[in-house]
């Protein structure tokens, strides 16, 4: 969300000298109290009704938040003040201050809007990790399902002589809530496994980088077909420009260009004029194109992941992972599950290939907490950088390209059965368990 | 005449189970299965216990046991307080509100007994 205007700013600063409490201005405006603070803290665009709202609830008009934008400084740097414990007499000579030293002001104020935004991602984390609402009410719905069964199955078990109409009865609301449960333990692993749909949800600069990446479908057209990559810099350029409103933090904007110049050095490397003819002839087996185009695997599944729908080739997934296992890209694939917190099923072949750098893996696995799927998988480690000089170990990276088997000739071999990550898994006695799974084991 | 509850719970099947033991139990039994005008069902039905849900549609069970104690007539009306969150907070908080018991879903039917059974003698 852009921070285009500091009508939220004015909101609160109207509220704070009205006396209002948060919470009472939210509940007069008819929304929640987190929801307001997200607003005050320019997180959140306002408009409309809300914005009438929110006014008539302070008593003032509507144009006095959002216009006037000589005063947003003020606004700032008042609020600065109001977490100090600043006397009267120098916090009422904030226009003097800001008119005699305009440059200090306007850092002071930036500094401020830095401290905000860092503490609502803070919040945000909070809130996510421990009063996720929809986690809530999920677990609130399954619990109420659950003791509706305890106590009818208890009457049912204790009862000797159950009138038939009462034992009909008591039959038909444990098959009601058995299913509700089902239901509802399905939409609850659906809701941790799978990736937000929100920007409302993205809290970190890894979460910021892959909704702008999936907001391009992975595709940089304007990165493709530039003769040695001439002009790439200002390509790159251009595309962050275009893409501030996803990238909030400077790490994900940093972790957005050194995405870009990679894709640009893959797309020099393997343009699309050459892939595409390849792919007519070999598909999306990235083992057949990289021997076809002898082009190292590595690049060959980044381009894969990279194609435009316009391609016509198929869905492609890519897990990439540096040495410690930490994932760093997470391009999905429908059906195949990616971890929403937390690291991966270490059964993962993007895990082993860490194991056997430059040994390609091809594997064929099924994500047994999921629908059954069954997916064709390559991966391999290459080193990515160096520690020091050029005698020094090598870091290395690792890439998994999954692929639908559709299509695919049916394998001899039964698939590695695999998780997404340790709390959604329900598999027993795994040898890669970290932690219990919330499925068999509980909160 | 046995002893009379009110049982506030939104979810019909924990209702219709709750009732079933209890009635059995020989309690007369009134239900109710929402939080905005629960404290009207309460002088309505002026029972000898309340079973009160935490998570009720309208109104929260802790705002509706807040207005109980405050009110000469029901402040020391027993309340058996029930909730899907057994965390140490929810029960502090029941307990300073005034909760008479406090109980994790699920819980079992004999648990339910004994505690109503040990807040209202009969």
Same mark, same amino acid.
């Given at each position: 969300?852009?921070r285009d205007?500091?009508?939220?700013?004015?909101?609160?600063?109207?509220?704070?000298?009205?006396?209002?409490?948060?919470?009472?201005?939210?509940?007069?405006?008819?929304?929640s109290?987190?929801?307001?603070?997200l607003?005050?803290h320019?997180?959140?665009?306002?408009?409309?009704?809300?914005?009438?709202?929110?006014?008539? @609830?302070?008593?003032?008009?509507?144009?006095?938040?959002?216009?006037g *934008?000589?005063? @947003?400084?003020? *606004?700032?740097?008042?609020?600065?003040?109001?977490?100090?414990?600043?006397?009267?007499?120098?916090?009422?000579?904030?226009?003097?201050?800001?008119?005699r030293?305009?440059?200090?002001? +306007?850092?002071?104020?930036?500094?401020?809007?830095?401290?905000?935004t860092?503490?609502?991602?803070?919040? $945000?984390l909070?809130?996510?990790?421990?009063?996720?609402?929809?986690?809530?009410?999920?677990l609130h719905?399954?619990?109420?399902?659950?003791t509706?069964?305890?106590?009818?199955?208890?009457?049912?078990?204790?009862?000797?002589e159950? #009138?038939?109409e009462?034992?009909?009865?008591?039959?038909?609301?444990?098959n009601?809530?058995? +299913?509700?449960?089902?239901?509802?333990?399905q939409?609850?692993v659906?809701?941790?496994? #799978?990736?937000?749909?929100? %920007? *409302?949800?993205l809290s970190?600069?890894?979460e910021?980088?892959?909704?702008?990446?999936? #907001?391009?479908?992975?595709?940089? %057209?304007?990165?493709?077909?530039?003769?040695?990559?001439?002009?790439?810099a %200002?390509?790159?350029?251009?595309?962050?420009d275009e893409?501030r409103?996803?990238?909030?933090?400077?790490? @994900?904007?940093?972790?957005?260009?050194?995405?870009?110049?990679?894709?640009l050095?893959?797309?020099?490397?393997?343009?699309?004029?050459?892939l595409?003819?390849?792919?007519q002839r070999?598909?999306?087996?990235?083992?057949?194109?990289?021997?076809?185009?002898d082009?190292?695997?590595?690049?060959?599944?980044?381009?894969?992941?990279a194609l435009?729908?316009?391609?016509?080739?198929?869905?492609?997934?890519?897990?990439?992972?540096?040495?410690?296992?930490?994932?760093?890209?997470?391009?999905?694939?429908?059906g195949?599950?990616?971890?929403?917190?937390?690291?991966?099923?270490?059964l993962?072949?993007?895990?082993?290939?860490?194991?056997?750098?430059?040994?390609?893996?091809?594997?064929?696995?099924r994500q047994?907490?999921?629908?059954?799927?069954?997916?064709?998988?390559?991966?391999?480690?290459?080193?990515c950088?160096?520690?020091?000089?050029?005698?020094?170990?090598?870091?290395? #990276?690792?890439?998994?390209?999954?692929?639908?088997?559709?299509?695919? +000739?049916a394998?001899?071999?039964p698939?590695?059965?695999?998780?997404?990550?340790?709390?959604?898994?329900?598999?027993?006695n795994?040898?890669g368990?970290?932690?219990?799974?919330?499925?068999?084991?509980?909160? | 005449?046995?002893?009379?509850?009110?049982?506030?719970? %939104?979810?019909?099947?924990?209702?219709?189970?709750i009732?079933?033991?209890?009635?059995?139990?020989?309690?007369t039994?009134?239900?109710?299965?929402?939080?905005?005008?629960?404290?009207?069902?309460?002088?309505e039905?002026?029972?000898?216990?309340?079973?009160?849900?935490?998570?009720?549609?309208?109104?929260?069970?802790?705002?509706?046991l807040?207005?109980?104690? $405050?009110?000469?007539a029901?402040?020391?009306l027993?309340?058996?307080?029930?909730?899907?969150?057994?965390?140490?907070?929810?029960?502090?908080?029941?307990?300073?509100?005034?909760?008479?018991?406090?109980?994790?879903?699920?819980?079992s039917?004999?648990?339910?007994?004994?505690?109503?059974?040990?807040l209202?003698?009969?």
């Open positions: 969300m852009p205007t500091l009508t939220g700013s004015r909101i609160r600063e109207r509220r704070v000298m009205a006396g209002i409490k948060q919470s009472e201005l939210a509940k007069r405006a008819d929304i109290p987190s929801y307001l603070n607003i005050e320019n997180r959140r665009r306002i408009g409309g009704k809300l914005l009438i709202n929110i006014a008539d @609830a302070l008593g003032v008009e509507p144009t006095s938040l959002t216009e *934008a000589e005063t @947003a400084l003020l *606004a700032t740097l008042r609020e600065a003040a109001s977490n100090t414990d600043m006397g009267e007499g120098e916090f009422a000579r904030v226009e003097e201050f800001a008119g030293f305009p440059g200090w002001a +306007a850092l002071l104020a930036e500094n401020q809007r830095r401290i905000e860092l503490q609502s991602s803070v919040e $945000a909070t809130d996510r990790l421990t009063h996720d609402p929809h986690l809530a009410a999920a719905d399954m619990l109420s399902t659950v509706a069964i305890r106590a009818t199955a208890g009457i049912l078990a204790d009862t000797r159950l #009138e038939p009462w034992r009909e009865r008591f039959h038909r609301n444990i009601e809530d058995s +299913a509700r449960l089902a239901n509802s333990s939409a609850l659906g809701y941790l496994d #799978e990736p937000g749909e929100t %920007d *409302a949800a970190s600069p890894q910021e980088l892959e909704a702008f990446l999936n #907001e391009y479908g992975y595709h940089f %057209d304007s990165l493709e077909n530039l003769p040695e990559g001439e002009g790439g %200002d390509s790159i350029a251009e595309i962050l893409g409103e996803r990238l909030q933090s400077a790490s @994900a904007q940093a972790m957005a260009r050194s995405h870009l110049e990679r894709y050095n893959d797309a020099c490397r393997l343009p699309l004029r050459q595409k003819p390849a792919l070999h598909g999306t087996d990235p083992a057949a194109l990289s021997q076809a185009l082009t190292d695997l590595t690049t060959v599944m980044r381009r894969l992941a435009p729908a316009t391609a016509g080739a198929g869905e492609v997934g890519l897990v990439s992972c540096d040495a410690s296992g930490t994932l760093i890209l997470r391009k999905p694939l429908a195949f599950a990616l971890p929403r917190f937390g690291a991966a099923c270490p993962w072949p993007l895990f082993q290939a860490l194991s056997r750098p430059l040994s390609p893996i091809r594997q064929v696995v047994s907490a999921r629908d059954g799927g069954v997916f064709l998988t390559y991966a391999i480690a290459q080193p950088a160096r520690r020091g000089n050029q005698l020094s170990d090598p870091l290395y #990276e690792a890439h998994m390209a999954m692929l639908p088997l559709d299509g695919v +000739a394998e001899e071999r698939p590695l059965e695999l998780g997404v990550n340790c709390r959604i898994c329900p598999r027993e795994c040898a368990r970290r932690e219990p799974s919330i499925l068999t084991d509980g909160f | 005449m046995g002893k009379h509850v009110l049982v506030i719970e %939104d979810e019909p099947n924990i209702i219709e189970a009732s079933f033991i209890l009635m059995r139990d020989g309690w039994v009134d239900t109710h299965a929402n939080g905005h005008d629960a404290l009207d069902a309460v002088r039905h002026a029972p000898d216990l309340v079973i009160l849900d935490v998570m009720l549609p309208g109104r929260s069970g802790y705002d509706i807040t207005d109980l104690r $405050a009110a000469p029901t402040r020391d027993p309340v058996l307080m029930l909730t899907a969150r057994g965390q140490a907070k929810d029960r502090e908080l029941a307990e300073r509100l005034g909760a008479s018991r406090f109980m994790t879903k699920p819980f039917n004999a648990e339910v007994l004994d505690a109503l059974r040990s209202v003698p009969s």
